[in-house]
C-alpha cells in the first residue's frame, strides 16, 4: 500500500518545515488528488500513527480531496472522474466479484488516465488532467 509511504513522506517534510522554520506543529492538511484513488482513512491512520510514533506528535490530520476534472482536448469538454469510472472498470476490472476493489494503474500513475479513458462526449483518446491528481501538504498549522 502507496498510502504508508505518501504518509512516511508528509511527515519527514513536516518535521523538515517545522525544525526550518522552529515551530511546533499543531496540524496538518493534506490534499489527495481524485485520481490517486488514496484510501484516504488508510493514508489517516498511517499519518498518525507515524506523527506519534516517530516524531512523538499528537496532531490533527485534515484531509481534502480535490475532484478530478479533464478536457478533451479534441471537442473541449470538461468532465469528472465519475463520468468515465465505467471505462476503466470495463478495462480493468471485469472479472471481479461483488465487494472486490478494482486495482488499476491509475491508482499508481495517475498520468494513465489518457491512456485508458476516453472523453465520453466525441470519444477521443486526448484528453488533459486539469486538477486531481496528486498528494501534497496544503498547510501546516503551528502553535
Known amino acids: 500500500m502507496h498510502e504508508w509511504s505518501l504518509a512516511s513522506s508528509i511527515v519527514l517534510t513536516t518535521k523538515k518545515i517545522a525544525e526550518e522554520k522552529k515551530v511546533q506543529v499543531k496540524g496538518v492538511d493534506i490534499v489527495v488528488g481524485e485520481l490517486s484513488q488514496i484510501d484516504l482513512e488508510i493514508l489517516r491512520d498511517a499519518l498518525n500513527t507515524l506523527f506519534k510514533e516517530e516524531l512523538g506528535w499528537s ?14 482536448n479534441t471537442c473541449g469538454y470538461e468532465f469528472g472522474f465519475n463520468e468515465v469510472w465505467k471505462q476503466i472498470k470495463e478495462v480493468f476490472c471485469q472479472d471481479l466479484e461483488p ?9 499508481y500513475v495517475p498520468e494513465l488516465a489518457s491512456s485508458f479513458i476516453k472523453c465520453p462526449k466525441c470519444g477521443s483518446p486526448d484528453l488533459e488532467i486539469i486538477s486531481g491528481r496528486g498528494v501534497w501538504i496544503k498547510s501546516i498549522r503551528v502553535g
Do not use: Q
Open 59 to 72: 496532531i490533527d490530520v485534515r484531509i481534502e480531496v480535490e475532484k478530478a476534472k479533464l478536457k478533451c
Open 99 to 107: 465487494g472486490e476493489e478494482c486495482e488499476n494503474p491509475i491508482h
